[in-house]
């Protein structure tokens, strides 16, 4: 039995934040039903990586990572049955989930005090970038946007360049797990005492958390964090560093003048006056990254990366996807798990950071198709004939 499989979710939500964040409950056995529109695409079922290079709206391996062991029906929340088949399935559900803007659910009826009044112990968790209140909660966007407004890309690459964000939806990586928890605890409440509550889930004071260093440093004495490349004022050498081979890297960050003495002898570094000391190797960082490098560049990253952990110094390949893929490590947690899926070939899957011992979640079952379940969730969990469900889906207000 898996820890959440008396649980029932109903999820709005779309792109990023919310559908990892209920993926987490799926994968642990909540009965998450997830709701679509044919006329509205979930943008992340839009763009790659694809299957074997070719798009589709079924292909994108984006859209099935986020939505294992879920179901899918897809209504037309423009028409006013398929608002009255969701204020049915709020009526089932233990949460319901959406990541609209603010004025997404309330124009449709379907905020949390409308269907509160129809389950009155519902908890509903609403995230959206910058919240449900404010000057700024209208404003659309993806989690680069949000990146960008959190500070993010402002300490993101090096001072004399553009700057060098994080790949992608950065927040969207992020906010999930803060949610996922936040969520988790309300229906621990709910559970306890019957009450249900509403959850505001702002992206932008979630992400801030990050940046918590640079928050407090202003906020002490007045420093507005930049970018400073790699340095870092704890450690030096601290950085990546050619390897042998076709774009092959090393991140060797060192501490104190013993694990100095200890890289400088592994690597063959001559004694250099420059670098005798921390602080000297802080203030050089330029100088003592290019004596550095000029020592790597002919090691095998990996070979050199397990000698230097061995002799007690912090390093690390820097891995491709095609290192993960076949990183021993991965592999002998079980981390990459293979799921089938009926339009697109097996592949593998990102599994969990976490294990539980007696109760260990996984993916269940592939993303659905758009709608795939639609017919299955109308007939055994609001008791549709067969009659009524065409009628819906002849008069395109289901599919």
């Not at 407004?149 to 950065?170: E, N, Q, T």
């Not at 976490?354 to 260990?360: G, K």
Request: with cysteine.
């Amino acid at each position: 039995m898996l820890p959440l499989a008396d649980l029932k979710i109903l999820d709005f939500s779309w792109v990023g934040v919310g559908p990892i964040t209920t993926k987490y409950l799926a994968d642990h056995g909540a009965t998450v039903i997830r709701v679509e529109s044919h006329a509205r695409l979930d943008v992340v079922r839009l763009g790659p990586p694809w299957h074997d290079a070719k798009p589709g709206i079924e292909r994108t391996q984006f859209y099935a990572s986020y939505n294992t062991s879920k179901y899918g029906i897809a209504l037309d929340l423009a028409k006013p049955e398929a608002r009255a088949i969701a204020r049915r399935l709020a009526a089932w559900a233990d949460v319901v989930v959406e990541s609209f803007t603010p004025r997404v659910m309330r124009g449709w009826g379907l905020a949390y005090e409308d269907l509160r009044a129809v389950n009155p112990r519902l908890v509903m968790m609403s995230t959206c970038l910058q919240g449900q209140t404010g000057p700024h909660a209208d404003f659309p966007g993806y989690g680069q946007l949000m990146a960008a407004l959190s500070g993010f890309y402002a300490i993101s690459g090096w001072p004399d360049r553009d700057p060098a964000p994080p790949y992608g939806a950065y927040t969207d990586f992020i906010v999930p797990r803060l949610a996922a928890s936040a969520l988790l605890a309300a229906i621990d409440h709910q559970r306890r005492t019957g009450e249900g509550q509403y959850l505001d889930v702002s992206q932008f004071e979630a992400s801030l958390h990050f940046l918590a260093p640079a928050l407090l440093a202003y906020e002490l004495d007045g420093t507005i964090a930049g970018r400073d490349g790699n340095r870092a004022d704890h450690a030096a050498p601290h950085g990546a560093y050619p390897c042998a081979g076709d774009d092959r890297w090393i991140a060797i960050s060192v501490r104190g003048d013993a694990e100095w003495r200890a890289l400088s002898a592994l690597l063959g570094l001559p004694d250099d006056a420059r670098f005798a000391t921390h602080t000297a190797r802080v203030a050089a960082t330029e100088e003592i990254d290019a004596f550095v490098a000029s020592a790597t560049r002919s090691r095998d990253a990996r070979e050199l990366m397990d000698r230097l952990q061995d002799a007690g110094i912090a390093a690390g390949v820097v891995q491709s996807c095609l290192d993960l893929h076949a990183d021993p490590v991965l592999a002998g947690w079980g981390f990459f798990q293979w799921v089938e899926h009926p339009a697109r070939p097996p592949a593998p899957y990102e599994g969990h950071a976490l294990r539980l011992d007696a109760t260990p979640g996984g993916l269940r079952w592939a993303a659905p198709t758009l709608g795939e379940h639609t017919a299955a969730v109308l007939r055994d969990v609001l008791g549709m004939d067969e009659a009524e469900i065409a009628r819906l889906v002849e008069q395109k207000i289901a599919w």
